[in-house]
């Protein structure tokens, strides 16, 4: 995906994480097992999933990064979720993180642990220990260890995700990202990681609080299935290079970031076919435009007519019906937009008899849909993709 | 399906809502336009849709109901779903009323609509009283009568759902119903329609309460997409034949009837190949039960491993994680079951390994998950069916 910046302060460059100066990164991936090493920074934010189980590494994560809210290196597993591991899966975690820590001479608790995969067997340490050795000493600053990271965190993602941009000011500074996502996403997280660097020196509390605000309105609107997995993770470590940076540039750039990544993830929804994103207008409340956002993701009705290319705009209507925003039927506007074509489908709540054109827009590779709630100023924009017959394949061969 | 009473009193009998003394029907059906005529019955309760946007057809329902909480007759068409129409949809089911109230020379307000179909097109008037007069001198009491609306108002669903029980004790009395689902079935109903009538004599207090108590235990429990219609309604009306019948008893007739219907409704989910009963048992509080049940119900990722027979147990743990139903990882429990087997994936959080087991029963048509949270002593049940191929098709294609 091409990622043309909004601000022309926001330039876009290559390297992934990195592109920021202190991250070095190696990654390996043999089959469904991939390990992803990545060494540097220092304070560090993490927001996580609101499932009640967590996955035995985030349980780990989470205790090193309460400890001293530094991260110095963060190791990533793919093809086993390390969920439901009871007292193996924490004690297993806390082996990898001392692995890594052992060889790069760090303390235990600056050491990181993300999991991704099949829920309910254990970490095979045979394969980790393997994969660790043949990755330890391959760690570098180049594009291509950002893109082995990338790679190796993969599940049923059909491509690699990264982003990295420069934020040129009085001060200029850096911020890298790279994530997987693919299935369980919904909002509030999935099985969705990213792990997203920059020079510019924060504190923790000043980090945590602009990835809190990025998330909102990134990865915390996407949805691909509606399920909420056991081991999301967001993870922003500062490599403390750049100092004096301004926090309200920081977090555009933070937004910019989180905003790609989030929607690479739509787009690569398990078995999209498209990306759509859905702009809520005229809401009453922030929290009824985000209800009526997600209502339209969410809907299987709605994701299988885009798959389709079936203009059946009562679906979406019918979404934002059912979502607890407040809306008024004779106010409603729904409009379908792709490749700088515009079609107004529903306006006052009376159907536009234009099917034909909405059709078309529905064959394009990107859609939007635009509704306007007539019921207030307030606005919200999410990212999810269609519903095919590749998710259902996808998802009933998953462990078999 | 075959109905195995469950209480000795209560037996299962042939004509659906035709066995209940006092009710004729009709119904023709050609190609996606149906039009389905019920007539007879008295005081009447009816629970529709909490989606915000109602259909026209059920608006002028809810202001006839509401004016005298009787029903006289019931004329549903199939095809369109008459919502989104603005004035024109009002004004074409007061018409359609009236053609049926000037026919049965019967008051407008003591006839009732229901459509189901596309949102967003209005009533083709010619098509339905071309039908009209195809149907109104065929209103009889036979079997084949309660057959006929039960297909006239199929729309996806694949075959016509009755039931009929005759409550035998010291008065015995009668409960017949037709139901059409298929798609956009949620919690909170959707596009679900169900028209029960019985002899047994009740105010329409007593009818509303004993109706909503049914619903809210059967097809308020019923998945299969997440997506709630705008044209919802399960009405009861009463021929008011048989006097002295205890409420107690009515209840549990009601609500085997409303059971038997809404697990039809499920096993014919759009493109469903299993219907798939949740128990939740060890809830702290029943509403905590109900959250899991949807919860796992509405995972696609749960509906797909079952489609594939795939024993990903790690999904119906996940969706019960995130349900907000209070679970403690250490205590959870899952079972499943079919056919006279049963097997335990998950005891005390910790996995067990009969993955070969649980996959063959996985390969049957209907499946049970039960699930002990250890919180409490809370129950609950719901019915879904898997996600399929097909569910994708059918709703990629639904209009074109």
Redesign the interface.
């Known amino acids: 995906m091409k990622i043309i910046p909004k601000e022309s302060k926001i330039k876009s460059i290559k390297g992934g994480i990195c592109a920021v100066e202190g991250v070095k990164a190696a990654g390996i991936k043999k089959g469904k097992h991939g390990l992803a090493l990545i060494t540097g920074g220092g304070s560090a934010a993490c927001v996580c999933t ?4 967590k996955s035995a590494s985030l349980l780990v994560t989470k205790k090193h990064l309460k400890a001293d809210k530094v991260c110095n290196a963060v190791i990533v597993n793919s093809g086993c ?1 390390n ?2 591991t ?1 007292d193996d899966g924490i004690h297993n975690a806390k082996e990898v993180c001392k692995l890594v820590a052992n060889h790069l001479n760090i303390p235990d608790e600056t050491v990181l642990i993300a999991s991704t995969g ?4 254990k970490l095979d340490m045979k394969i980790i220990l393997r994969e660790f050795n043949q990755i330890k000493e391959k760690l570098n600053s180049s594009p291509e260890a950002s893109r082995a990271v990338a790679e190796a965190i993969m599940t049923t993602d059909t491509y690699p995700k990264e982003v990295a941009v420069e934020i040129k000011g009085l001060d200029s500074f850096r911020i890298g990202g790279v994530a997987k996502g693919a ?2 996403i ?1 909002p509030d997280m999935a099985t969705m990681l990213a792990f997203i660097y920059t020079d510019a020196i924060f504190d923790h509390k000043t980090l945590q609080s602009a990835l809190k605000e990025a998330v909102d309105r990134s990865f915390n609107m996407v949805v691909v ?6 081991n999301d993770m967001v993870l922003l470590v500062s490599t403390e290079k750049k100092s004096g940076i301004e926090s309200e540039e920081f977090q555009k750039g933070l937004n910019y970031v989180c905003e790609n990544l989030a929607k690479m993830i739509a787009s690569d929804g398990e078995g999209a076919t498209k990306l759509i994103e859905v702009v809520i207008k005229g809401a009453a409340t922030k929290k009824d435009a985000n209800k009526a956002v997600k209502a339209i993701l ?4 709605v994701k ?2 885009i ?2 290319a ?6 979406i ?6 979502s607890g925003a407040k ?1 008024r ?2 106010h409603l506007r729904i409009e379908l937009s792709a490749a700088g074509s515009k079609v107004c489908i ?1 306006n006052k ?3 536009i008899d234009a099917s034909e054109l909405a ?1 078309k827009i529905l064959q394009e590779k990107k859609v939007m849909i635009i509704a306007d709630l007539g019921s207030g100023g307030e606005e919200a924009k999410g990212w999810g993709c269609d ?3 590749e ?10």
Chains 1, 2 share one sequence.
């Open positions: 609101k499932n009640q189980f979720a969920a439901f009871g099949v829920i309910g067997t299935g369980m919904a299935d509606g399920d909420m997995s056991t969410k809907s299987p009705l299988t007519a798959f389709g079936d203009p059946n705009w009562g679906r209507a019918c979404a934002i019906g059912y809306v039927e004779d529903l709540g009376s159907a059709a519903l095919s017959y998710y259902v394949r996808i998802n009933a061969e998953y462990t078999s």
